[in-house]
């Protein structure tokens, strides 16, 4: 999901520079809805790579990929952009009709991927991943990198739920990693402080674990509303009309820096310097610790420890707090 809306300013910003044009994207199915956001988005074609390797040889599989090489063949376009420079995004290029353009090997993410391209593009690696796919896409269509915020082009009154008026902090606390996973005992110490402020806070989850840990949130706190899994369109408008955000590093809280809405981002293993949501409301907050950002999926950290990951020991919620209150009241 990051992926995709890092990508969202670039074509912003590319229908500011050429008038007219449109673009076709290709995403896995799970996420179809995001693209659809952007007004400059024509059609949407799913994928279903994921599913599809859980059983290469089925029936589904081999239905699924023909439906799939048809629709991107469907069309002789003047670019075929991969943006995310991974060997499985570069492979789906080769089934569409156009000049296939990407990533030189050094700005690549997997270098194989770039020899794929007819034309490659050289984009410095070390910098956020929004400012390379702007940089990208500015130099693959011709036009000069626009400076200031990124515009992520989402329509937030369109995603909202209109009447909406409760005061709510939305906690997004679910993340695939372990180590990115800010300590439950947190959550509900960062509950209470909201709660005392006067706010009610909605929490859910995208799997039973996290419904899991959800709930046990919820029943250490009269002030969080433990809701039932939310596809993609749910979360928007929950985000939408929240007063702010708290999240770990995830898809949904660069979906809710990019609605504008109040962010405050954690981080303990991985660096906000190049993946952080990015928003005209965010902070972010990194742990100041001996090992961090480790950029590992598991905690080698072996003395005694506070919490766990270790890291998180230095982002407690008190400061969390205060950053929250911050973006508040400068909203």
């Known amino acids: 999901m990051g992926d995709i809306i890092h990508t969202l300013p670039a074509l912003t910003d590319a229908g500011k520079a050429i008038p007219g044009i449109v673009f076709d994207w290709a995403v896995e199915d799970s996420f179809t809805d995001i693209p659809r956001w952007h007004p400059l988005v024509d059609r949407v074609i799913p994928v279903a790579l994921r599913r599809w390797r859980k059983g290469i040889f089925s029936r589904d599989?081999?239905?699924?990929?023909?439906r799939l090489r048809e629709q991107?063949?469907?069309?002789?376009?003047?670019?075929?952009?991969?943006?995310?420079?991974?060997?499985?995004?570069?492979?789906?290029?080769?089934?569409?009709?156009?000049?296939?353009?990407?990533l030189d090997w050094a700005s690549a993410r997997e270098p194989l991927a770039s020899l794929a391209y007819q034309h490659k593009c050289s984009v410095n690696f070390y910098q956020h991943a929004i400012v390379r796919m702007r940089s990208l896409f500015s130099l693959a269509l011709g036009y000069?990198?626009?400076?200031?915020?990124?515009?992520f082009g989402l329509d937030h009154q369109s995603l909202s739920r209109q009447g909406a008026s409760e005061k709510y902090?939305?906690?997004?606390?679910?993340?695939?990693?372990?180590?990115?996973?800010?300590?439950?005992?947190?959550?509900?110490?960062?509950a209470k402080l909201a709660g005392?402020?006067?706010?009610?806070?909605?929490?859910?989850?995208?799997?039973?674990?996290?419904?899991?840990?959800?709930?046990?949130?919820?029943?250490?706190?009269?002030?969080?509303?433990?809701?039932?899994?939310?596809?993609?369109?749910g979360m928007a408008a929950l985000l939408a009309n929240a007063?702010?955000?708290?999240?770990?590093?995830?898809?949904?809280?660069?979906?809710?820096?990019?609605?504008?809405?109040?962010?405050?981002?954690i981080y303990g293993p991985t660096n906000p310097e190049y993946t952080g949501a990015l928003g005209k409301s965010s902070i972010h907050l990194a742990a100041n610790f001996s090992c961090s950002p480790c950029l590992s999926r598991e905690c080698k950290f072996r003395?005694?420890?506070?919490?766990?990951?270790?890291?998180?020991?230095?982002?407690?919620?008190?400061?969390?707090?205060?950053?929250?209150?911050?973006l508040l009241l400068t909203r």
């Open 61 to 66: 599989t081999r239905i699924g990929w023909k």
């Open 169 to 190: 902090i939305v906690f997004l606390h679910g993340t695939t990693w372990m180590t990115k996973q800010w300590p439950e005992s947190y959550w509900i110490q960062l």
């Open 196 to 233: 005392q402020s006067g706010y009610r806070i909605k929490i859910s989850g995208n799997n039973a674990e996290e419904m899991e840990k959800a709930t046990r949130i919820g029943n250490q706190n009269p002030f969080v509303d433990v809701l039932p899994r939310l596809d993609i369109q």
């Open 72 to 102: 991107l063949h469907a069309h002789q376009y003047d670019y075929i952009l991969d943006a995310q420079g991974l060997v499985k995004s570069a492979f789906l290029a080769f089934f569409a009709k156009g000049k296939r353009v990407g």
């Open 144 to 151: 000069t990198l626009p400076a200031g915020q990124p515009d």
């Open 243 to 265: 007063q702010a955000a708290v999240a770990v590093d995830t898809g949904l809280g660069h979906l809710a820096a990019a609605l504008d809405i109040p962010t405050v981002s």
């Open 303 to 326: 003395e005694a420890a506070t919490v766990s990951p270790a890291c998180y020991s230095t982002i407690p919620p008190a400061p969390v707090w205060d950053a929250v209150q911050k």
